[in-house]
């Protein structure tokens, strides 16, 4: 009984919210502009002049707004005993924070937060920028608690599909490293054209890395290389073991926000701990049975590396589902395909069954690879591209 009064008091709040859409544009946008999102409400006040003021003021204590995407949380407190931070993990209804002070909290979020239903798994992602309220309790690991109260607006968000919903797998991040192996387990190109059209819908710069370039004649894969490598994409080859790649990656990684992802066992936790030697992550052999990872990373987590920047460890996933991509416009992220769609008789063709087709006669005159033409086609005829 109880419980249906406090939804029903969410919803009233909510649909307030929504009739000052304009105004938390503006918000947005301002926070977005000078980047002051991780300064505590009064801060922001300060920074951004009297006028803002007011707007602030008119805010706090309203309750959230969700946009349109599901992506923006927005949730004004006052800000008197709050600190910013950083999701570096979540386990569940729970997340850990890496505040401002340098302390870790343990963090439920806030009820309010917590029941909105944003079509997603979990309200709050790893790398999210948060801001919590500390509470005088600590846990038995000694570990101080508290109250995530705001999340954000976000950037970068990378998320995959999951049983029809929106899986968040990380937020806040510039780049995608995306880690494949040579050999155990077997190469999986398709894999990697899907974390792509991913970066290219959200706009992230992409690394394809080729690793255990140890176990392979790297010559034999030279031709994939290339091609990744002539779209723009850094591509390099790698190896935890011999070293080849790590202080590229470690540059590449230097200051930037960065996520690696890729199947269970390809080596991301192995190339991290070669980048940064104190991170010590878990890693595990790849089966021998079946040459499959054994899914050791069983949960995104952002961490800190020495060189500078940060990088979220992901666990392996076997299939990657695209999230929030339509069908019509997968050839658009496909690099070599784009300048060709308008080379096609018809508007909305698809590039596959049509014979009067630009791209297919690109395709056919070698000027796009056979292969990634091919993992073009399986997106659009799986037609699980669409949300
Ligand atoms: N030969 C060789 N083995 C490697 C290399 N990189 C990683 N490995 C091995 O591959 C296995 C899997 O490595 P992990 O780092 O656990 O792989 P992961 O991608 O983090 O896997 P998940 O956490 O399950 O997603 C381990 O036995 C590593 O020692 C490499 O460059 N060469
Ligand atoms: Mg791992
Ligand atoms: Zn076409």
Redo the contacts with the bound molecule.
């Keep these: 009984m109880a419980k249906n009064k406090k939804s029903k008091k969410i919803r009233t709040a909510l649909k307030k919210r929504h009739q000052t859409r304009q105004r938390t544009g503006d918000l947005t946008r301002e926070f977005q502009q000078h980047g002051f999102e991780d300064e505590s409400p009064e801060n922001r006040e300060r920074v951004s002049g009297k006028g803002d003021l007011t707007r602030h003021r008119t805010v706090v204590g309203v309750a959230a707004d969700v946009d349109d995407t599901g992506l923006q949380v927005r949730l004004n407190v006052d800000g008197s005993d709050t600190i910013a931070g950083r999701v570096l993990r979540v386990h569940g209804l729970e997340s850990i924070v890496l505040a401002k002070n340098g302390n870790e909290y343990r963090c439920a979020i806030r009820g309010l937060l917590r029941n909105m239903d944003t079509g997603q798994r979990n309200v709050v992602a790893t790398g999210d920028r948060v801001t919590i309220r500390p509470e005088p309790v600590t846990d038995s690991a000694d570990r101080q608690q508290g109250l995530i109260v705001r999340i954000e607006p976000r950037y970068g968000v990378i998320s995959r599909a999951s049983r029809g919903q929106q899986h968040v797998i990380v937020t806040n991040v510039d780049q995608i490293v995306i ?1 494949a ?1 040579l050999a ?1 387990p077997a190469l999986k190109p398709n894999l990697i054209d899907r974390f792509l059209i991913t970066a290219e819908r959200v706009g992230c710069h992409s690394i394809v890395c080729l ?5 392979i004649d790297p010559a034999e894969l030279q031709p994939l290389a290339g091609i990744y490598g002539q779209l723009g994409y850094h591509t390099l080859f ?5 070293g080849q790649g790590i202080e590229e990656l470690r540059t590449l990684l230097r200051y930037k926000q960065s996520v690696i992802v ?10 991290l701990n070669a980048i940064d030697p104190q991170l010590k ?6 089966s021998k049975d079946n040459q499959k ?5 069983t949960g995104a987590s952002l961490i800190a590396i020495q060189s500078g920047g940060f990088v979220v ?4 996933i076997r299939q990657f589902q695209l999230w929030d991509v339509i069908a019509e416009e997968v050839a658009g992220f496909y690099r070599e395909i784009r300048p060709f769609i308008n080379k096609c008789k018809y508007p909305d063709c698809t590039h596959v069954h049509e014979t009067k087709c630009g791209v297919k006669h690109a395709v056919a005159d070698g000027l796009i690879d056979l292969r990634r033409y091919d993992s073009y086609c399986q997106i659009r005829e799986a037609d699980e591209s669409t949300r």
Excluded: I
């Design positions: 880690v192996s155990e690793n255990k370039s140890d176990l790698s190896s935890a073991t011999t890729g199947q269970s066992g390809v080596g991301k936790s192995s190339l992550l878990a890693t595990a052999h790849v990872g054994k899914h050791t990373t460890d992901t666990p392996g």
